[in-house]
């Protein structure tokens, strides 16, 4: 393992902290931006501002060519910035999708007149896109879609149904994978018939339906396309050649979980902090400062952890179990600190937010169930687990 950064990475690392310590304290004193009542609603429009302030500083989209506005980052510059952002604090950007995801692919599969089109939007948060991946009967398993889309002249007719897809009723654009060759599941090549379609949300045929999470948010949407046209000329990439438009950029995820080491250990700390202000006796009692211990050391365990995958892609060697292991150490921590807050905040942690005397705005009791999808988003535990004993044991399949 070699933990040393290059000069280079070292310059981008300190650019980015004096970027941030101009940047984000001024936009953090600005507070809250418009007078939207729903809170959903307002964290967008902040998220809107501050892509859109990074994007100015061309640090919002790090990945793509500098002549988009990014900066070629390396993969050691990748996880430099997933560190300091979230040692910063930086609030979330407003297009996730479309700058660490759908952008890519359309750097990489779109034509000129695509690129042209749709990528100035994405950049500067002017429009809001989606990722329509998953349908109900397609999640772990996403080969399985089978949302159509039958070419008629210089359109496709979408008929199908999209579940889970984040933010779907506030983006002007979504990137779907459809089901162009229905054959393909039959033919036992699933993955061969499906292709990768841009759709304005806007269009008649389309019927988004908000649904209320565990947390009482209403960010998830289902997606219902009832034949709806989509111009053939919104296509990514060749037909039935979605598979490879979708997976072939997914790369940066490789450290994604890098920064969430260290936002980890800033949630630890913050709740010690709130537990000496609202609940002192809890820092005396053994069975919580042991958990408090345990939490802490895996927390090491998951920086070295990440600090591992990075030094083994950095060699060109495969960046597995530690890419799988680290994710399935971010949601079993993500999860246990969440419970320890609750435990330690004893019955103020029951208290929700928006209440008077909510601690931390309830920030605490929020977490407790918002930290169940780490066991869900970006590969459910079993399928990571699957992995592991497949790639790295080894273990022999029955
Ligand atoms: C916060 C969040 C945001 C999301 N945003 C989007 C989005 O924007 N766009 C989008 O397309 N999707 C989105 N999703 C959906 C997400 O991709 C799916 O939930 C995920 O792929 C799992 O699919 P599923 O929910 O259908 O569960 P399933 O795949 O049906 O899994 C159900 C259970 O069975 C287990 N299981 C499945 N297969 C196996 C197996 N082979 N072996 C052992 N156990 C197995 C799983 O681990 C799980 O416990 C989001 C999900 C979350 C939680």
Same mark, same amino acid.
């Given at each position: 393992?070699?933990?040393?950064?290059?000069?280079?990475?070292?310059?981008?690392?300190?650019?980015?902290?004096?970027?941030?310590?101009?940047?984000?304290?001024?936009?953090?004193?600005?507070?809250?931006?418009?007078?939207?009542?729903?809170?959903?609603?307002?964290?967008?429009?902040?998220?809107?501002?501050?892509?859109?302030?990074?994007?100015?500083?061309?640090?919002?989209?790090?990945?793509?060519?500098?002549?988009?506005?990014?900066?070629?980052?390396?993969?050691?510059?990748?996880?430099?910035?997933?560190?300091?952002?979230?040692?910063?604090?930086?609030?979330?950007?407003?297009?996730?999708?479309?700058?660490?995801?759908?952008?890519?692919?359309?750097?990489?599969?779109?034509?000129?007149?695509?690129?042209?089109?749709?990528?100035?939007?994405?950049?500067?948060?002017?429009?809001?896109?989606?990722?329509?991946?998953?349908?109900?009967?397609?999640?772990?398993?996403?080969?399985?879609?089978?949302?159509?889309?039958?070419?008629?002249?210089?359109?496709?007719?979408?008929?199908?149904?999209?579940?889970?897809?984040?933010?779907?009723?506030?983006?002007?654009?979504?990137?779907?994978?459809?089901?162009?060759?229905?054959?393909?599941?039959?033919?036992?090549?699933?993955?061969?018939?499906?292709?990768?379609?841009?759709?304005?949300?806007?269009?008649?045929?389309?019927?988004?339906?908000?649904?209320?999470?565990?947390?009482?948010?209403?960010?998830?949407?289902?997606?219902?396309?009832?034949?709806?046209?989509?111009?053939?000329?919104?296509?990514?990439?060749?037909?039935?050649?979605?598979?490879?438009?979708?997976?072939?950029?997914?790369?940066?995820?490789?450290? /994604?979980?890098?920064?969430?080491? $260290?936002?980890?250990? +800033?949630?630890? !700390?913050?709740? @010690?902090?709130?537990? &000496? =202000?609202?609940?002192?006796?809890?820092?005396?009692?053994?069975?919580?400062?042991?958990?408090?211990?345990?939490?802490?050391?895996?927390?090491?365990?998951?920086?070295?952890?990440?600090?591992?995958?990075?030094?083994?892609?950095?060699?060109?060697?495969?960046?597995?179990?530690?890419?799988?292991?680290?994710?399935?150490?971010?949601?079993?921590?993500?999860?246990?600190?969440?419970?320890?807050?609750?435990?330690?905040?004893?019955?103020?942690?029951?208290?929700?937010?928006?209440?008077?005397?909510?601690?931390?705005?309830?920030?605490?009791?929020?977490?407790?169930?918002?930290?169940?999808?780490?066991?869900? /988003?970006?590969?459910?535990?079993? $399928?990571?687990?699957? +992995?592991?004993? !497949?790639?790295? @044991?080894?273990?022999? &399949? =029955?």
């Amino acid at each position: 393992m070699d933990f040393s950064f290059t000069p280079e990475d070292e310059a981008f690392r300190e650019e980015l902290k004096a970027w941030l310590a101009v940047h984000l304290p001024e936009f953090n004193a600005e507070g809250e931006i418009g007078d939207e009542h729903d809170p959903d609603r307002r964290t967008m429009l902040r998220r809107q501002a501050w892509q859109r302030r990074m994007h100015e500083g061309h640090w919002a989209a790090i990945n793509w060519p500098r002549a988009w506005g990014g900066r070629e980052a390396t993969v050691s510059q990748n996880a430099i910035y997933a560190e300091e952002m979230a040692r910063a604090k930086s609030p979330g950007i407003y297009n996730t999708n479309g700058i660490w995801q759908i952008g890519p692919m359309i750097l990489r599969w779109g034509t000129e007149e695509q690129q042209q089109r749709w990528l100035p939007g994405i950049l500067d948060a002017s429009e809001h896109w989606c990722q329509g991946f998953t349908e109900p009967e397609a999640g772990s398993d996403l080969g399985n879609l089978r949302t159509t889309a039958v070419r008629d002249g210089e359109e496709y007719v979408v008929k199908g149904r999209k579940i889970w897809i984040s933010t779907a009723h506030l983006a002007k654009w979504g990137l779907f994978l459809v089901r162009t060759d229905p054959t393909s599941i039959e033919r036992g090549a699933k993955h061969d018939g499906i292709s990768a379609l841009i759709v304005d949300m806007e269009l008649p045929g389309i019927e988004v339906q908000v649904i209320r999470d565990i947390t009482g948010g209403e960010l998830f949407c289902e997606v219902v396309f009832d034949d709806a046209r989509v111009p053939a000329s919104y296509r990514l990439g060749e037909e039935n050649q979605g598979w490879q438009v979708a997976m072939g950029t997914l790369g940066h995820e490789r450290v /994604g979980t890098a920064g969430l080491s $260290v936002s980890m250990r +800033i949630e630890l !700390d913050n709740l @010690i902090a709130t537990a &000496r =202000r609202h609940s002192p006796e809890a820092l005396e009692d053994p069975g919580l400062r042991d958990r408090v211990a345990r939490v802490w050391t895996q927390l090491e365990l998951t920086r070295l952890l990440n600090a591992r995958a990075l030094s083994k892609i950095l060699k060109g060697q495969p960046n597995w179990p530690e890419v799988p292991l680290a994710k399935l150490q971010w949601s079993f921590l993500s999860q246990t600190i969440a419970e320890l807050g609750v435990d330690m905040l004893g019955p103020l942690g029951a208290l929700a937010k928006g209440g008077p005397d909510a601690v931390d705005k309830g920030h605490w009791t929020h977490n407790y169930v918002w930290q169940r999808y780490t066991s869900i /988003g970006a590969g459910t535990t079993e $399928v990571q687990k699957n +992995i592991i004993a !497949d790639r790295a @044991i080894k273990m022999p &399949r =029955r």
